[in-house]
């Protein structure tokens, strides 16, 4: 089995830090004429509900849908002609299959992706679209990291993880980038955190940008471990599978790479109810006129519900993606109250 350059193999020293804001504007750089500058939207309703002044990062209109783009076409874009020939594996809810399958297509490679098969049709149909084999599995009972590392060694694919990789957050890391260039300083980002890529490259770069701000990261409030892990100090996993409709955050342990970011860089790590998320994606819909999914709802629902004390003055917010299909959505909308 191949996979994408370790951190060993970018002759990182020991003890350096494994992403730094100088891999983040070089990811950036890869990035261009490939991913899209996703545009920050304003709110006056919004700023008047929440208190503050909103700036949102619309990663629902980056390509697949999500900033997942971001990081599997930088991963993905370094790897030797040789080893795109053979292909790319990958192991996904949704989002990050979209993208490793469309990152293999652009760079002329192809790509086997292990989902769940309880997965949102919408994002099933759209990773085949870019032309991807997919293998389901149960993500109840089944390892997707065992499934996706015997069929990239079996198969002679490159492995491209989800998070666990410099090159993946230093990619994510580039909406930040592009938040704060646009913005100028903020208080404090607020940022949803799954397996903890996006949170540990949006710290990295918003951190190097300006030392003091806070970022802060957002979990459904089913599948907290990166809020326990950082009150305990180390990495803990939750018992099971967290049932949250926020499918994209149903992590059970953080990233050990992404978490040694995150515990040094996070502010703190809020939570929110899955009627939260609902109410912040309706308010997405009718007033913003935007269509976002769950996960990339819940830095917008910390705010509404008022989780984010102190309250910054001027608050960026990566809104991470927008893949719902149109029953899910409506389905939601109608368990939210009167849709």
Do not use: W
């Amino acid at each position: 089995m191949s996979g994408i350059p370790s951190t060993e193999d970018r002759g990182a020293a020991p003890g350096t830090e494994p992403v730094t804001l100088a891999d983040v504007r070089d990811a950036a750089d890869r990035l261009k004429g490939a991913a899209h500058r996703t545009p920050v939207l304003r709110s006056r309703t919004l700023d008047r509900l929440v208190g503050a002044e909103v700036h949102l990062k619309c990663e629902n209109f980056q390509r697949v849908g999500a900033f997942k783009f971001r990081g599997a076409y930088n991963a993905v874009c370094r790897l030797p002609s040789a080893q795109l020939a053979n292909g790319v594996a990958a192991y996904s809810s949704g989002n990050h299959a979209q993208a490793v399958a469309l990152a293999a297509r652009e760079l002329g490679s192809r790509a086997v992706i292990v989902m769940p098969e309880d997965s949102p049709r919408s994002k099933i149909d759209a990773t085949a679209d870019y032309g991807a084999e997919i293998v389901t599995y149960d993500r109840y009972t089944e390892d997707r990291e065992a499934i996706g590392r015997r069929l990239a060694e079996e198969r002679g694919l490159a492995l491209v993880p989800p998070y666990e990789h410099p090159h993946i957050i230093a990619g994510q890391g580039t909406a930040a980038l592009e938040l704060l260039e646009e913005t100028g300083e903020l208080d404090a980002l607020v940022v949803p955190v799954g397996g903890g890529g996006l949170a540990a490259g949006s710290a990295t770069a918003a951190k190097g940008l300006h030392p003091e701000i806070r970022v802060i990261g957002v979990e459904p409030e089913a599948g907290d471990d990166t809020r326990r892990s950082l009150a305990a100090g180390r990495r803990v996993s939750l018992e099971e599978v967290p049932r949250t409709i926020a499918d994209g955050q149903a992590a059970v342990t953080p990233g050990e790479l992404t978490f040694s970011v995150n515990r040094r860089l996070l502010s703190a790590v809020e939570v929110v109810s899955d009627e939260e998320i609902r109410a912040a994606m309706r308010l997405a819909f009718e007033r913003l006129k935007i269509v976002i999914e769950p996960s990339g709802a819940t830095g917008v629902a910390a705010l509404l519900a008022g989780r984010i004390d102190p309250l910054p003055a001027r608050v960026g917010v990566v809104v991470s993606g927008g893949n719902i299909g149109i029953r899910r959505f409506l389905e939601l909308m109608r368990e939210d109250g009167d849709g």
